[in-house]
């Protein structure tokens, strides 16, 4: 471990830089969702109802939606397209073999759009929706582009929404109560943490896409270049933690609790995929 208290030059520029790729990535997917075919007239649609605190958007609608999303998502990114390039901007991944990296986020990508719901709930209690994308690391150019477009000079007809997802996550909507409240606890936890931070969030989806699920090969569970990957975000997630906290306990208390959420994210990807009650294809 780095001895001091105190963050380093380079481990605040690495933070930096992780926090420009997120953007970038985030700004990218907003992209390409606009291209998936009726999108944006829903969005647009959506988002005027909900300025006039209406929401007119069902569950079947909006599972059907993701269904479509990943679908479009999935070709893109099996053809090597934008989605693969975009992840290929993290440049923490740039020795790992692109085999292991392409199973791994097939996987870990779905884990990582969790924590950005569980960021986005948390921060509910800002004013407007802006302000709650701000607070949680979402908001990004396209995103913004997008409501301009729809509120010419006026970003704030939108208030918060406080919620995961529209619609999708009104009970009850897993097969069984008990996956329903895994869901939920672990979902309220990772947003409490992170809360609107969003460094300590940067860091966290970082080492989410890094971390495969149990069910994957044995190579991507164990490629050396990924456990480094995994190993060098975590001592800067403690590391970040310890000069926020001034308390080195407090910071070891707070990783390892966010280790163990991501085992629990894994079980709650698998719930919001397979584990509903009226089930649709995979999504994300």
């Not at 006039?52 to 909006?62: A, D, F, I, K, Q």
């Not at 479009?72 to 053809?79: G, M, Q, T």
């Amino acid at each position: 471990l780095i001895d001091g208290l105190e963050l380093t030059f380079e481990e605040e520029f690495k933070i930096h830089e992780l926090e420009v790729m997120k953007e970038k990535l985030l700004d990218g997917f907003f992209k390409i969702t606009l291209e998936v075919p009726h999108y944006f007239e829903h969005f647009s649609s959506f988002l005027k109802s909900w300025s006039l605190g209406l929401c007119n958007v069902s569950p079947e609608r909006m599972l059907t939606f993701l269904n479509n999303k990943r679908n479009f998502f999935r070709k893109d990114f099996a053809n090597g397209g934008r989605v693969s390039m975009l992840l290929n901007c993290f440049y923490v991944f740039k020795n790992v073999p692109d085999e292991v990296k392409i199973e791994t986020f097939h996987f870990s990508v779905s884990v990582m759009a969790l924590c950005l719901r569980a960021f986005f709930k948390v921060n509910s209690d800002k004013e407007y929706l802006i302000e709650q994308q701000k607070a949680a690391g979402l908001l990004n150019p396209a995103f913004l582009q997008a409501v301009d477009q729809i509120f010419p000079n006026n970003r704030n007809a939108i208030r918060s929404i406080d919620d995961y997802g529209l619609a999708i996550f009104k009970s009850p909507w897993a097969k069984h109560q008990s996956d329903e409240e895994l869901f939920c606890q672990t979902m309220q936890t990772v947003g409490e943490i992170v809360k609107d931070d969003v460094n300590l969030g940067t860091l966290y989806i970082t080492l989410v896409l890094a971390t495969p699920g149990e069910g994957l090969s044995h190579e991507a569970k164990t490629n050396p270049s990924l456990v480094q990957v995994q190993q060098e975000i975590t001592l800067l997630i403690y590391r970040y933690l310890k000069t926020k906290h001034n308390d080195a306990d407090m910071a070891s208390h707070t990783l390892n609790l966010l280790l163990k959420l991501i085992g629990d994210l894994h079980m709650c990807r698998d719930i919001h995929l397979f584990g509903r009650a009226h089930q649709t294809s995979e999504g994300s």
